[in-house]
């Protein structure tokens, strides 16, 4: 069985204490997520083993690629069912209350027809409309660098999946993440 450990290492410039109460409280955070995550049906690493005393996660190896390095080789079919699903699963992860904080085509890998969400690191639980705004631009602005040659079709198909599975809701983040795009420092005004 091939596995994965996640290493928080001490950051020499934080107090030894408060270092390692963070890199504990940390590693117990994101373990939880990813838990939360996959009882959510986004499909996640399986976790073997957390030892938050050492800040290690043990969890399964994933055999796959990034969705970032396969986007340019898929037929247009192919590209809009994968974001589809893509956002289908965003919108389980806020329908259950986490904002995974980097949500981006490199955190997803693809393993044949298997998508796994990874890198929770940043992740955190919450409902708040703001946050899933951020989630959601992240996106739309990762769409628009990476991916730009696909990109409005890619955040059609995104967040068609997104709508199908977060329901109501859905509109009010949708909403927030034009906004919060709008106070970007970079964004060309009309």
Do not use: C, W
Request: hydrophobic share 35%; proline share 3%.
């Amino acid at each position: 069985m091939k596995a994965l450990s996640k290493i928080r290492r001490p950051k020499g410039y934080r107090h030894p204490e408060l270092d390692n109460r963070l890199r504990r409280s940390r590693t117990k955070a994101e373990a939880d997520i990813i838990h939360r995550a996959k009882r959510s049906g986004v499909p996640t690493p399986l976790l073997y083993h957390v030892d938050p005393d050492n800040a290690v996660i043990v969890m399964e190896y994933i055999d796959g690629v990034k969705v970032r390095d396969v986007v340019d080789m898929l037929s247009d079919e192919e590209r809009k069912e994968l974001f589809t699903r893509i956002g289908g699963y965003a919108g389980r992860l806020h329908g259950a209350g986490i904002i995974h904080g980097d949500l981006t085509t490199s955190n997803i890998l693809k393993q044949g027809d298997r998508l796994v969400f990874i890198d929770f690191g940043l992740a955190e639980v919450s409902t708040e409309v703001e946050k899933r705004g951020v989630d959601l631009n992240l996106m739309n602005r990762m769409l628009t660098s990476t991916h730009y040659r696909h990109q409005e079709e890619l955040l059609a198909a995104f967040v068609e999946g997104y709508r199908e599975t977060l329901g109501a809701e859905a509109e009010e983040a949708l909403t927030r993440m034009e906004e919060v795009a709008k106070r970007g420092r970079y964004i060309e005004k009309k």
